[in-house]
């Protein structure tokens, strides 16, 4: 069975390759421009962006992969990733000052957990090749999660601000005053995730599964390992939007169980 494995790679020969694939961005550049869409240069900035990332962590890779230090180096790599992700997540919650202190650690704990037993069950293997871009899919996929579920915390604290101090006007604590809307940003910020596990295999073929087709993997190999690495990416989305909501809610009172001010 060929793939891509059994392919001669020839540097010069994937670059031609890459920049024939640039034809589809040259249709996208022209039709922005004949219907004034207005995103042909942030299409051409973003496209330009991206290759010159992925190009350098290609490099970052090929030299991680061969090093006898590669498990130094991966851990220098996962804590570029949370302070990235962490970072990235708190600028969608400019409303709470310090949202780092809450979106990176959240993050962290729902992206180790997940990591750590996917390594003590051996469904990951112990290698740089197999870490990296398990913990690559967790990082960025509890990311996004994590600025869905705050945004979606703040949102409704502040479209319910008067009935939350009704709530506690009434005799209700902080937590029971806000437990209806924390329920509700976290099962809003899981839908992606539950969505995207219904139609797993019937609307689309997901990446991982994808690459091991393309790879030369069996079929069957290859839809069991995508399914341990959705089960990663949805356990690890549950556990980072609980994380979030428990972190959010503290800094949403005052220690006299009274509502700050949400700008």
Not at 92 to 117: E, F, N, Y
Not at 162 to 189: F, H, M, N, W
Not at 213 to 227: K, N, S
Request: with cysteine; proline share 4%; net charge positive.
């Amino acid at each position: 069975m060929n793939c891509l494995a059994d392919i001669p790679y020839d540097e010069w020969e994937g670059l031609i390759r890459l920049a024939f694939t640039a034809v589809l961005l040259a249709i996208v550049l022209v039709l922005s421009y004949m219907k004034r869409i207005g995103i042909g240069k942030d299409a051409a900035l973003s496209s330009a962006r991206g290759f010159a990332q992925l190009m350098i962590l290609a490099i970052i890779f090929t030299y991680i992969f061969d090093s006898p230090d590669w498990l130094l180096y991966t851990w220098i790599l996962f804590i570029a990733m949370c302070i990235l992700a962490g970072y990235t997540s708190a600028r969608r919650a400019k409303q709470i000052p310090k949202a780092w202190q809450i979106t990176t650690p959240s993050i962290v704990i729902g992206t180790s957990i997940t990591l750590i037993i996917m390594l003590l069950t051996e469904i990951m293997i112990s290698r740089p090749e197999f870490i990296i871009p398990l913990a690559g899919m967790a990082f960025g996929n509890t990311m996004n999660l994590c600025s869905l579920c705050l945004n979606r915390i703040i949102g409704e604290v502040k479209n319910n601000r008067a009935r939350i101090e009704a709530a506690l006007a009434l005799g209700a604590t902080s937590d029971q005053a806000i437990d209806p809307y924390i329920q509700t940003s976290v099962k809003a910020a899981m839908i992606p995730s539950i969505d995207s596990i219904k139609t797993l295999g019937v609307i689309f073929i997901p990446g991982a599964m994808a690459g091991l087709l393309m790879a030369g993997t069996e079929p069957l190999v290859a839809a069991e390992y995508q399914i341990a690495v959705f089960f990663m990416i949805f356990s690890a989305g549950i556990i980072t939007a609980i994380t979030v909501s428990s972190l959010a809610r503290k800094r949403l009172f005052t220690e006299a169980h009274q509502l700050k001010f949400i700008g």
